[in-house]
């Protein structure tokens, strides 16, 4: 069966400290792969997505960065967190239709 | 073109009541309209789904109905529980290019015993 990992659960990191968030699959062979953010009481806003290895594309200009080193890989950077990248991160894959989501990342930047 | 907009922003049902979210699209070209439920600390869980060629889809107390002509859709929760509170998004997704999926803003639905 094809399950999503995503962590870590829970990050605090302090303003201008790097970030590394990391999202694997199994179960399945080169998945689209996406980066979603939810702020507080917010929806769910695109960030980047992927169709395979190596192979980013960003949805909006930001302070963050992802990379996709192995097929089923997908990470998500930050060389200088910035109070606004807080939030809540989500990785998904799509499997047809539907897209199957990690159980996130709950960033808090201080 | 891309937006879906959702509403309400938060609703309060009693239980055994219907709970009623809805929401709009404009880009013609979105053909899969799903509904996904989310828990708090929790990812979104895919609920229900619907394409336009059918006005409506039912699973168990979820109904999703559709309307083309509008660019509305909806979801329904019949006999709403208190386990049903929960925050649910729709979204919508295109059939040409690389289909991403756009969210609505989200409803916080709370079922009060």
């Known amino acids: 069966s094809q399950t999503i990992h995503q962590w870590p659960a829970t990050l605090v990191q302090p303003v201008g400290s790097p970030l590394s968030l990391e999202c694997t699959v199994e179960?399945?062979?080169?998945?689209?792969l996406y980066w979603y953010r939810q702020a507080a009481g917010r929806g769910l806003q695109l960030l980047f997505y992927?169709?395979?290895?190596?192979?980013i594309s960003s949805e909006v200009p930001q302070n963050l960065s992802a990379s996709r080193p192995q097929d089923r890989q997908f990470i998500l950077s930050s060389k200088k967190l910035l109070l606004s990248d807080s939030g809540f991160y989500l990785c998904?894959?799509?499997?047809?239709?539907?897209?199957?989501f990690g159980s996130g990342t709950r960033l808090t930047v201080v | 073109q891309q937006q879906v907009k959702q509403s309400p922003q938060s609703l309060i049902v009693q239980k055994g009541g219907i709970s009623i979210i809805n929401c709009a699209y404009e880009n013609t070209a979105f053909d899969y309209f799903p509904w996904y439920q989310q828990f708090p600390g929790k990812g979104p869980a895919l609920l229900i789904a619907i394409r336009p060629d059918v006005s409506e889809k039912k699973e168990g107390r979820f109904t999703i109905s559709f309307n083309k002509s509008a660019k509305q859709f909806s979801l329904h929760i019949m006999d709403s529980q208190p386990g049903d509170s929960a925050t649910y998004f729709c979204a919508a997704s295109g059939n040409t290019g690389f289909q991403k999926l756009v969210f609505g803003t989200g409803t916080r639905l709370l079922v009060s015993p």
């Open positions: 992927s169709v395979g290895i190596g192979q």
């Open positions: 998904a894959w799509r499997l047809g239709d539907g897209y199957t």
């Open positions: 179960g399945t062979s080169n998945p689209n």
